[in-house]
């Protein structure tokens, strides 16, 4: 069992607090993804699991092993770096055989272990070469492979397709995610990319000012976000934050803020009752939907229309949020339930 | 415009292109041959005399291919101290080299990849060892290691020299380990390096090529030293001490040979390394 505990985190570099006493449970094979804008403290906080930075309070446990104080060699962990970080003196072998070499497994092991991890990424055929002679995206499979042929028992992943070209990125996020799901690692995965973590994570931790503001599975993260600020974090566009003047119907107690999806409206191009008369600022014409951004009294909608819908930019338009999809934030923007 | 008239305009406007190009090409070739010349006509006029009887060396015309007269440099190689001296610049070189690439990798690699408090004067303060004049400190330094028992010992002359090499091979090998990324040692330790261990499998194959240049920089830089060799040896005179004093009332072939002798470790040296400097992996990191 390899699950990973971290408890009361906390981390500053002088006087900026980059880690504010973050909490996280990750369960044993889970694929988890730490996502939050630059600067939230997802990086610090993979590098502190593999113990590359030191906490300054608090305690790291991975299986039933508290590794706060160890160093990076002595955790069992392997990591894939956005820069890839492959060796350049070395051949494509000696990368992935690197591990093992430092833990001294047998060379028959160490030889069955590339060659696994290196057809499993389809780099069998590079072997021989050097990381100056290939692709930024065969490098990338060569971190993979290095990272994965140690079996570690837990796997950390730092941005690792963000140095890819788009199509690139594409393809590798579903080898990986097939690649990942079959070797069954425990793994942390960090980016800023939200399309990234939907698709990749079995648990997504949405990170704000070096706080976990939710931890939970994607689609509860997209239709309850525990906060204001992961309901603007994700989607695109993101959620509408609606002010109780222009509330229809009950209100809970407490609630100061109507959170609703883009997506999750009735739409009217003619007046109806408890709907609101909003004046449409800009139209654009995606493919598969129409997204407006529209105005009413100061209030900014962010819509997504069905096609067929027609309407133009200065018209008003008809909204009324769907009941069931209605959220309801407090003043300091926690959900209520 | 007929179309005639079109193509005479271009033909014109390809002609002066040509041309132009022509012109960039000769300055190209020129500015490198006069570079070029600016480095190895000394060379050669000093490889000439020193190849050449003593009649040649002071006669009119000279000759454009030497003779090989090779009884200038047999004279003076077998001129009483030369071998000795040869031998002292060597071990002091080699000294200084071990010294000062021993003590200077430790402190660039600490410049390069730490923190500390008095960072940038500490970079500030290395460069100002420099800025004493050896004429300067020769005299205190003398008396230092009469007192301390280092005098005329080429120990004691291989720490000046590592004093005067120190600086280059701090900055040098400090730019070098700031060139590779701190990542791959990160990955190294993770895959199970201490420090120590990432440093020898992965920083220091990478900055290999690069320390080998400083090494060579303090090799030569203790080679071509004069005035500590000359102040501080007396019965292990390094030859260039050696040829301070005694060759200044040689005739002017013995001087040639002795000049001959003192550049070609260091050309030989520069030649060995050249290979070392440029094609070990194409590029150093990445």
């Known amino acids: 069992m390899t699950a990973i505990a971290i408890e009361n985190v906390k981390k500053s570099f002088g006087d900026a607090h980059i880690l504010k006493s973050v909490s996280l449970e990750i369960k044993h094979q889970e694929f988890t993804v730490l996502l939050g804008p630059s600067g939230c403290g997802k990086s610090t906080l993979l590098r502190i699991i593999a113990g590359l930075e030191s906490q300054d309070t608090g305690t790291i446990k991975i299986g039933d092993r508290v590794v706060s104080h160890l160093p990076p060699k002595a955790r069992n962990v392997a990591m894939v770096f956005q820069n890839y970080a492959v060796f350049p003196h070395m051949t494509v072998f000696e990368n992935i055989a690197f591990g093992l070499r430092m833990k001294k497994a047998p060379e028959a092991k160490v030889k069955a272990n590339v060659e696994k991890f290196a057809s499993l990424m389809h780099i069998d055929h590079l072997l021989e070469r050097y990381s100056g002679q290939l692709s930024g995206g065969q490098r990338q499979r060569v971190a993979v492979a290095r990272a994965l042929a140690v079996e570690p028992d837990v796997l950390l992943m730092d941005e690792p397709l963000s140095n890819l070209d788009a199509l690139l990125r594409l393809q590798m996020r579903a080898e990986l995610k097939s690649v990942l799901a079959a070797s069954k690692t425990t793994t942390v995965y960090v980016t800023h990319d939200q399309v990234e973590a939907m698709s990749l994570a079995d648990r997504i931790a949405v990170m704000n000012a070096g706080r976990i503001d939710q931890y939970d599975l994607p689609d509860e993260i997209y239709t309850n976000p525990a906060t204001e600020y992961v309901g603007s974090f994700i989607g695109n566009p993101p959620m509408n934050f609606i002010s109780p003047e222009f509330q229809i119907g009950d209100v809970p107690a407490g609630a100061t803020q109507l959170g609703i999806r883009p997506e999750d409206f009735n739409v009217s191009t003619i007046a109806q009752d408890n709907y609101w008369p909003i004046k449409v600022l800009t139209k654009e014409r995606l493919g598969s939907h129409q997204q407006l951004s529209a105005e009413l009294n100061g209030q900014l909608f962010r819509v997504n229309i069905a096609n067929e819908i027609d309407v133009e930019s200065g018209n008003t338009l008809y909204l009324q949020p769907k009941d069931d999809k209605k959220r309801w934030y407090t003043e300091s923007g926690k959900i209520i339930l | ?286």
């Open chain 2, 1 to 286: 415009m007929s179309q005639f008239e079109q193509d005479a305009l271009l033909e014109k406007e390809m002609l002066a292109a040509n041309k132009r190009k022509k012109a960039w090409r000769w300055l190209f070739i020129s500015g490198t041959a006069f570079m070029v010349s600016w480095i190895v006509f000394p060379i050669y006029l000093l490889v000439v005399s020193a190849l050449s009887s003593a009649e040649v060396v002071n006669g009119w015309p000279k000759a454009f291919v030497p003779e090989f007269d090779m009884e200038t440099m047999a004279f003076f190689m077998n001129y009483y101290g030369v071998l000795d001296a040869l031998k002292n610049s060597l071990i002091a070189a080699v000294f200084t080299m071990v010294i000062s690439i021993g003590l200077g990798t430790p402190a660039g690699y600490a410049l390069a990849r730490f923190e500390f408090r008095g960072k940038n004067t500490f970079r500030l303060l290395i460069l100002l060892t420099r800025a004493f004049p050896m004429p300067l400190l020769a005299l205190p330094l003398a008396v230092i290691f009469i007192n301390i028992g280092l005098d005329d010992t080429l120990f004691g002359l291989s720490l000046v020299h590592a004093a005067l090499a120190l600086p280059f091979a701090v900055l040098i090998t400090s730019s070098l380990f700031m060139g590779i990324p701190v990542e791959l040692e990160e990955a190294a330790w993770v895959l199970g390096c201490n420090r120590w261990q990432a440093f020898v499998k992965v920083v220091m194959p990478l900055a290999l090529p690069g320390l080998t240049a400083s090494a060579v920089f303090a090799f030569v830089i203790s080679w071509n030293e004069v005035f500590a060799a000359a102040v501080l040896t007396i019965n292990n005179q390094t030859l260039t001490a050696f040829l301070v004093q005694s060759l200044s009332s040689s005739p002017a072939e013995v001087k040639f040979a002795g000049g001959l002798i003192l550049i070609v470790p260091a050309i030989l040296f520069l030649f060995v390394v050249r290979k070392y400097l440029f094609s070990m992996w194409g590029i150093a990191n990445r």
